[in-house]
């Protein structure tokens, strides 16, 4: 199967916690549908012998770095025991929290979560076949931290993240590289905000985004296609030159 790129949609469909700590989906995850941007068609200009011809043009290529997701979830949160036997749990009709999405089978250590360093996010570049100085694209220019030379260009002054906690890990707001997903104008959204976080060691990068609720817990957020999304979140895929393998992640959630 060839690579999925920016519109993957899944359903996580029913998340129940039983733990501080972040866990997969009690049921699996269902792909809804995926797509890719189209070709667009060519364009012409005439050519007459001895003419020379200036032009200007506007074009897109898809990008070879990464894949997109995007849906919605439901869930509880459970108070119950080790054998999962529910004593009482809370349904939550407009979640607020993370998911999370690693490449690694290895379960991240939560209690060690902190922001991805920049050593560990150019390493993901490299990872990914991308060259820093050139790709609009990699990481690095993708995920900017607030108040860097790369944040104002890509965002001006708006770029922000909250604290928040992965288990027992407290995020500092604003020190982690941040990234905006887009709305249905084609503008970055506050809504759809996503961070890179790493455990230190096993898991460098461990990319989280935030549901939508956690910035508009009564308000449904409009996504890239117009339509009403509880997240949007992009992750590493390597497309670069002939390779085309695919490439699992492994998600997780946790309701705060």
Not at 19 to 45: H, K, N
Not at 102 to 120: G, I, K, L, Q
Not at 232 to 239: R, W
Request: charged share 15%; hydrophobic share 35%; net charge negative.
């Amino acid at each position: 199967m060839k690579k999925m790129w920016l519109t993957l949609a899944i359903a996580i469909l029913t998340i129940s916690f039983a733990s501080a700590l972040p866990t997969g989906p009690t049921g699996p995850i269902s792909p809804i549908s995926s797509e890719r941007m189209s070709a667009w068609g060519s364009q012409t200009v005439v050519a007459m012998a001895g003419n020379i011809t200036q032009f200007n043009t506007d074009t897109s290529s898809v990008t070879r770095t990464w894949q997109g997701y995007f849906g919605n979830v439901t869930g509880n949160i459970v108070l119950g025991d080790s054998s999962n036997n529910t004593l009482y749990d809370w349904s939550v009709a407009n979640p607020q929290g993370e998911i999370f999405a690693v490449r690694s089978a290895t379960v991240p250590t939560w209690t060690a979560a902190r922001c991805s360093n920049t050593s560990e996010i150019e390493s993901e570049d490299t990872t990914l076949g991308n060259s820093i100085a050139i790709d609009e694209d990699s990481v690095n220019r993708t995920f900017v931290v607030q108040g860097s030379t790369e944040a104002q260009a890509a965002y001006g002054s708006t770029l922000a993240h909250p604290t928040f906690y992965v288990a027992s890990s407290q995020i500092d707001a604003d020190d982690c590289a941040v990234a905006y997903m887009y709305n249905q104008s084609g503008s970055p959204s506050d809504r759809f905000r996503q961070v890179l976080l790493s455990d230190g060691s096993t898991v460098p990068i461990i990319y989280t985004t935030f549901l939508a609720h956690t910035f508009s817990p009564s308000a449904e957020s409009t996504g890239f296609d117009g339509r009403t999304h509880d997240f949007q979140m992009i992750v590493g895929e390597d497309g670069h030159g002939t390779d085309t393998a695919a490439t699992t992640y492994y998600f997780f959630a946790e309701l705060s």
